[in-house]
T-cell receptor
Framework: DAKTTQPPSMDCAEGRAANLPCNHS???????VYWYRQIHSQGPQYIIH???NNETNEMASLIITEDRKSSTLILPHATLRDTAVYYC????????????FGKGTKLSVKP | DAGVIQSPRHEVTEMGQEVTLRCKPI?????LFWYRQTMMRGLELLIY????????DSGMPEDRFSAKMPNASFSTLKIQPSEPRDSAVYFC??????????????FGEGSRLTVL
């Protein structure tokens, strides 16, 4: 599976958009990009995933560059409850296995 | 739906004792995963099942660890004998779908194990 690189930490003001970057320069054409987050003392929570096109759901938007070597998770209006570790994961579609979680980005939303 | 239910939420035991962690997945989800999380190593997959059958146990650290899924609604992770280095949060997760690689994983709240 392609390796991902994320900044270890980021701050964001409450109410502002949080843009979390992820580099996956060795991604293959059949690998999906997944985002999960883990709020302190809870299990990881799925946010969104995509292959090529940008995706949006009720939680966030996922922007994937045209060359697919990087992506950005956007929380449009961050709240204090969005403070968490955010994991970007790439995974080959169609093969057996699991999601491998790296160290993620610790997002701190501040009032 | 109550989500993934794990028990116990917290367990403190002494070295050498047997520990059994339990998981009830979401009804109808045919993939079940056991993860372990520590500060040093992050989230690691230990084992996963499909339709109650273990598919990949390559992440199980050693023979002291064993996992079973006797039916679609219950799984256990057992450590015997336990050691202090087994102290971690153990998560159970499940997934519904034909492929383990698409779709989302649903995680439980975890079982925090402390081995003294």
């Amino acid at each position: 599976d392609a390796k991902t690189t994320q900044p270890p930490s980021m701050d964001c003001a409450e109410g502002r958009a949080a843009n979390l970057p992820c580099n996956h320069s060795t991604i293959s054409g059949n690998e999906y990009v997944y985002w999960y987050r883990q709020i302190h003392s809870q299990g990881p929570q799925y946010i969104i995933h995509g292959l090529k096109n940008n995706e949006t759901n009720e939680m966030a938007s996922l922007i994937i560059t045209e060359d697919r070597k990087s992506s950005t998770l956007i929380l449009p209006h961050a709240t204090l409850r969005d403070t968490a570790v955010y994991y970007c994961i790439v995974r080959v579609a169609g093969s057996q296995g699991n999601l491998i979680f790296g160290k993620g980005t610790k997002l701190s939303v501040k009032p | 739906d109550a989500g993934v239910i794990q028990s116990p939420r917290h367990e403190v035991t002494e070295m050498g004792q047997e520990v059994t962690l339990r998981c009830k997945p979401i009804s109808g989800h045919d993939y079940l995963f056991w993860y372990r999380q520590t500060m040093m190593r992050g989230l690691e997959l230990l084992i996963y099942f499909n339709n109650n059958v273990p598919i990949d146990d390559s992440g199980m650290p050693e023979d002291r660890f064993s996992a079973k899924m006797p039916n679609a609604s219950f799984s256990t992770l057992k450590i015997q004998p336990s050691e202090p280095r087994d102290s971690a949060v153990y998560f159970c997760a499940c997934k519904d779908g034909p492929s383990v690689n698409t779709g989302e994983l649903f995680f439980g709240e975890g079982s925090r194990l402390t081995v003294l």
